[in-house]
């Protein structure tokens, strides 16, 4: 049981540029989040899934696409990196809706 | 505003002491209160989790939740260097419209010394 993996571990991107940030769990979990985790700031919402083919945007989704094809998966797209976009990215999955949820170990990104 | 406050620290106690935490929160819908623990450069882990008002132990873990001030804390007994990350507050409704969501407080690093 791997619980939440994300991939990848760090990345480097130039202003412009996209890419996906991939989030997997094995836990048969109906709801997925994002979050953004910056200095002095906590965890901030992007985006969550409530179920494969639901999402909906969270606190900070400007930026970001989500998809949730399957129950297992839910990718976080940055459509044009922008240095604001600079963070560690966090999945997270529960099984409830009202409250435990489980990270993976984040995705840190720089935007040059 | 925050929704939810906590103030980031350091927070320097040595071995043994009791570790204290707590967060604030403006929101009175919120019923789910959670402790997570981060280590540097790890996600965070769940800590403790509480429905509504009272008191959880677990171990060395205390959490209190007090809804008529708006208060949660955390006690860490008999601290160890092991304890030294920073701990985070979330909280939630639970509400059909905030499924899968939390707030989080800004977290509190804790260094515990030998």
């Known amino acids: 049981n791997a619980g939440v993996t994300q991939t990848p571990k760090f990345q480097v991107l130039k202003t412009g540029q996209s890419m996906t940030l991939q989030c997997a769990q094995d836990m048969n979990h109906e709801y997925m989040s994002w979050y953004r985790q910056d200095p002095g700031m906590g965890l901030r919402l992007i985006h969550y899934?409530?179920?494969?083919?639901?999402?909906d945007q969270g606190e900070v989704p400007n930026g970001y696409n989500v998809s949730r094809s399957t129950t297992e998966d839910f990718p976080l797209r940055l459509l044009s990196a922008a240095p604001s976009q600079t963070s560690v990215y966090f999945c997270?999955?529960?099984?409830?809706?009202?409250?435990?949820?489980?990270f993976g170990p984040g995705t840190r990104l720089l935007v040059l | 505003q925050k929704e939810v406050e906590q103030d980031p620290g350091p927070l320097s106690v040595p071995e043994g002491a009791i570790v204290s935490l707590n967060c604030t929160y403006s929101?009175?819908?919120?019923?789910?209160f959670m402790w997570y623990r981060q280590y540097s450069r790890k996600g965070p882990e769940l800590l403790m989790y509480t429905y509504s008002s009272g008191n959880k132990e677990d171990g060395r873990f205390t959490a209190q939740v007090d809804k008529s001030s708006k208060y949660i804390s955390l006690f860490i007994r008999d601290s160890q260097p092991s304890d030294s990350a920073t701990y985070l507050c979330a909280m939630s409704a639970g509400t059909t419209d905030s499924w899968g969501k939390l707030q989080f407080g800004a977290g509190t690093q804790v260094v515990v010394t030998p």
């Open positions: 997270a999955s529960s099984y409830s809706g009202k409250g435990t949820q489980y």
């Open positions: 929101n009175s819908a919120f019923q789910y």
């Open positions: 899934s409530v179920g494969a083919g639901i999402t």
